[in-house]
């Protein structure tokens, strides 16, 4: 493996775990990824937890991420919550795109192209999700969806500004399905996301942006997925509500370049 780029796992909570219940996992992951080195390791509670979890972390190597945001900055935006109020509260990443908000809540391309400036500009880092469905992955549209998706997404940033996006390719077939994507087959979209990253940005760009694979991601498929050239680590969800699987997927990421 002759890459350089620093794996990253991410936990996405989704709308799970009360603020007590948060900080008890928070407590439980920090201890579990204690001591794994190379892994840039971040969670995603309920924006309601940030704060509590944050307090948590605190002088620990875990990061704290939001699960969305807003891309105005303040306003009559009843029930939105802006980048600088979730970097007041403490986050340093934000999930930007989820297939969860684009399918239910409305998040279209150009919005997800906003959220990502929006986050760039506030100088946090985006983890923008693309991926296609069931349907549009059995009509041979992989390729098509997703450079679709990475090429909105990314409009109107900068290369230097592309450096700090993490991309998460997640098929929409294989999240909460335990039905993960092969790790040959994820690495080919993966692959096809970086070069749509090259042909936007230039070589050097898509060599260090980091592309990590979500969906039905555990202990017993990480070393495979990540094993793969072009995977970067992984967004987790079922599997980051448990702390000692969490922790197994971060310890495969690690193993990668160990
Ligand atoms: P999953 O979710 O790991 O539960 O499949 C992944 C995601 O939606 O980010």
Redesign the pocket.
């Known amino acids: 493996m002759t890459t350089t780029r620093r794996p990253i796992v991410a936990g996405?909570w989704?709308m799970n775990t009360t603020v007590p219940e948060a900080t008890v996992l928070a407590a439980a992951v920090r201890k579990a990824v204690d001591g794994v080195h190379g892994v840039e390791v971040v969670v995603c509670p309920p924006a309601v937890s940030l704060v509590p979890v944050h307090a948590v972390l605190d002088g620990s190597d875990v990061g704290l991420g939001a699960q969305d945001a807003y891309f105005e900055a303040t306003g009559a935006h009843t029930g939105e919550v802006s980048v600088e109020m979730l970097a007041s509260a403490g986050a340093t990443y934000v999930i930007a795109g989820?297939?969860?908000r684009r399918a239910r809540f409305g998040d279209t391309d150009d919005w997800v192209s906003r959220k990502v400036r929006a986050i760039l500009s506030g100088r946090l880092v985006p983890i923008m999700?693309v991926g296609e469905t069931l349907d549009e992955h059995d009509a041979g549209q992989t390729d098509a969806v997703v450079t679709r998706q990475v090429r909105a997404g990314m409009a109107g940033i900068g290369a230097h500004e592309a450096l700090g996006v993490v991309v998460?390719y997640?098929p929409v077939w294989?999240?909460?399905?335990g039905r993960p994507a092969t790790p040959e087959g994820a690495n080919e979209t993966c692959g096809t996301i970086r070069a749509v990253v090259a042909d936007l940005f230039g070589a050097a760009v898509a060599e260090a942006i980091r592309i990590q694979y979500?969906?039905?991601?555990t202990p017993a498929n990480a070393t495979s997925l990540f094993a793969q050239p072009h995977i970067d680590g992984a967004?987790?969800?079922?599997?980051?509500l448990v702390a000692a699987n969490f922790g197994a997927v971060v310890s495969a990421a690690a193993a990668r370049h160990g």
Not at 235 to 240: E, I, N, R, T, W
């Open positions: 996405n989704k989820h297939s969860e999700c998460a997640e294989a999240i909460g399905t979500g969906g039905s991601v967004l987790v969800g079922g599997a980051s």
